[in-house]
């Protein structure tokens, strides 16, 4: 059965293993929530009602993976995720950066329900 295995080879000499986790302090992860946080909430408010932000944290082997996904009212969900350096955890995001994702995301949710719609719309004013 060694031989199936992709960590084959003598029992006690191959490390069959998983990756060490990373572990964050409290304020690692506190500062992590609250970046994403502002990047869910600078989203909402570039998009009218009707589009739903959220998002997702998960800490694992890799380190720290965020998500931020918007779901328009017609058309495709999009979503932007992003790892974080540890360095970058201690210092802060960087608030370009983060307005950047935010602006993306609502430029990406608006596209879909333009992609969704087309062009055969009537105004309802003029």
Excluded: C, W
Excluded at 21 to 38: S, W, Y
Excluded at 49 to 70: H, R
Aim: proline fraction near 7%.
């Amino acid at each position: 059965m060694n031989g199936n295995n992709p960590y084959a080879g003598a029992p006690g000499v191959v490390d069959a293993g998983r990756p060490e986790e990373i572990d964050l302090t409290v304020e690692q992860k506190d500062a992590l929530r609250r970046a994403v946080a502002g990047i869910v909430s600078r989203t909402e408010s570039y998009l009218p009602d009707g589009y739903a932000v959220g998002s997702e944290l998960s800490y694992g082997t890799e380190g720290p993976q965020a998500t931020v996904a918007v779901r328009p009212p017609v058309g495709h969900a999009v979503s932007a995720g992003f790892a974080p350096d540890l360095d970058d955890l201690e210092t802060g995001l960087d608030q370009t950066d983060r307005d950047e994702v935010a602006r993306g995301l609502a430029a990406s949710a608006a596209a879909q329900v333009m992609n969704a719609v087309g062009d055969d719309i009537e105004p309802t004013a003029r």
